[in-house]
């Protein structure tokens, strides 16, 4: 059960939580002060997937203390359902506000994942953008579960205010709902393939398309091979599983 207490409303089967990107970073301010973990995770149509076929998935992500929608499908598919207004939390675009607001409050900061060539570019165009940002270290996320312990150590020696996990899912949540105490971090976020994006070796796709949710296909034109199936077949599913709950709603409500 989490100690933090936020709006929320069930979707498809998992929590998310209804709050704006000023309230997420007040939030973390509170969890620094204190000294209290706070662990977000960020929920697209993938991780509802996901979820689905894999209820311990879904309990996993029942335990974080923050789960707020990164994909406009997420965000379109709450007021299909008739949920309370749901925000964007972008995890690339989150991950800024955080950047910005560590630098202005004096937060020390950890990216754990990627390669080491992707960490070396981030580091470069993060100090440009963010100068004055305290980093308290960089880590690589190719490692096995058998060294979490350790990785999770050198975390919580670095000193480190908030800390930002580059790793796939499910990998990083598991590694960091099950090393929540030993890194000792007040807040932690999973933001996958977020510092590929800001090391400028991922183009994000514009605004518009942003906007309109049409970023997996901005995606998709980039690495049509690896990712065509996989959104076919996730996307699909995620309907279905949209379509299931806006049929059961309405034969619960008669309407």
Do not use: I
């Not at 409303?9 to 969890?31: H, I, K, M, N, W």
């Not at 997420?74 to 972008?90: F, M, S």
């Not at 980093?135 to 312990?149: C, E, I, K, L, W």
């Not at 605004?207 to 077949?233: K, T």
């Amino acid at each position: 059960m989490s100690e933090w207490s936020f709006p929320e409303a069930e979707f498809l089967g998992t929590r998310l939580s209804l709050v704006r990107p000023g309230e997420v970073l007040a939030a973390v301010d509170q969890a620094v002060a204190c000294r209290r973990p706070l662990l977000h995770a960020s929920l697209n149509a993938a991780k509802v997937v996901a979820a689905a076929r894999d209820p311990g998935f879904r309990d996993l992500l029942g335990r974080f203390d923050l789960l707020t929608a990164d994909g406009m499908s997420v965000v379109w598919g709450a007021r299909l359902l008739g949920l309370p207004p749901v925000e964007r939390l972008a995890g690339v675009d989150l991950l800024q506000r955080l950047l910005a607001h560590a630098r202005e409050r004096g937060q020390r900061v950890y990216f754990l994942g990627a390669t080491d060539a992707v960490l070396a570019a981030l580091a470069g165009r993060v100090a440009a953008r963010h100068p004055g940002l305290q980093v308290a270290g960089a880590r690589n996320g190719y490692f096995p579960p058998q060294q979490d312990a350790r990785v999770a150590a050198e975390v919580a020696e670095s000193g480190a205010d908030l800390l930002f996990v580059g790793m796939p899912s499910p990998r990083k949540e598991r590694f960091l709902m099950e090393n929540r105490q030993r890194l000792n971090v007040p807040f932690a976020m999973g933001v996958g393939g977020s510092f590929d994006v800001l090391a400028g070796k991922v183009r994000r796709a514009p605004r518009l398309l942003q906007r309109s949710g049409l970023e997996w296909a901005f995606r998709l034109m980039q690495e049509p091979r690896r990712l065509a199936g996989r959104y076919l077949a996730c996307n699909s599913r995620f309907l279905l599983l949209l379509l299931r709950a806006r049929l059961n709603r309405h034969a619960a409500t008669g309407a």
